[in-house]
């Protein structure tokens, strides 16, 4: 079962594309949510609010120590921001992929906008107060680039997103993302 936070953010969209692959999905909101799952996906949303509330809930520890032991997680725009190790505003994020972050660097909201990239073929890809990948750590892998910066990238358990594959109708990047279980699963 895959976990999907749900403290705020657009995770109803993360559960739309899980339902459409026909995968169990669960809204995660307290330590016992997470602990049922599989693994996790961090939409997109405010940062500084959902780091917050991950520490208000103890579910910061719990998602560091679940990556310590390998659980696959994804986040995207503001949830790449959650994972990365280093951000450029005053916030301590989760610290689990070595990339460093700056927020809104695309600019306002009235800034979004929409292109293709090379990822299993051309993908059609949507940035919305989109962070900016500035630096990835030599273990860091970059699986898709716009403009020559990074904005899909994957270290060993751990894969983010600087755009929004929820908003689309495509569900290759979440269907990647499955792929990560399936270690996990032939283990079981």
């Given at each position: ?53 991950l520490k208000q809930t103890g579910l910061d520890d719990a998602i560091k120590e679940a ?64 962070p900016m990948i500035e630096s990835i750590g030599k273990e860091v892998v970059s699986l ?38 399936r270690p996990i699963i032939t283990v079981r």
């Open positions: 079962m895959i976990g999907v936070l749900a403290l705020q953010g657009a995770f109803i969209e993360h559960i739309n594309i899980l339902k459409k692959l026909n995968v169990e999905a669960k809204e995660v909101r307290t330590v016992e949510d997470f602990n049922v799952v599989d693994a996790l996906i961090i939409p997109g949303g405010e940062s500084t609010v959902m780091i917050k509330l990556a310590q032991h390998d659980m696959p997680i994804y986040g995207t725009c503001a949830g790449a921001i959650v994972l990365a190790n280093e951000t450029d505003k005053e916030i301590t994020p989760l610290q689990l992929i070595d990339i460093t972050v700056k927020r809104n660097a695309y600019g306002s909201q009235q800034d979004s906008f929409e292109a293709e990239v090379t990822f299993n073929g051309n993908l059609h890809t949507i940035f919305i107060r989109a898709a680039e716009h403009n020559g910066k990074t904005i899909l990238a994957r270290q060993n358990n751990i894969l983010v997103s600087t755009f929004h594959p929820e908003l689309t109708n495509d569900t290759r990047v979440h269907q990647y993302f499955l792929e990560m279980l």
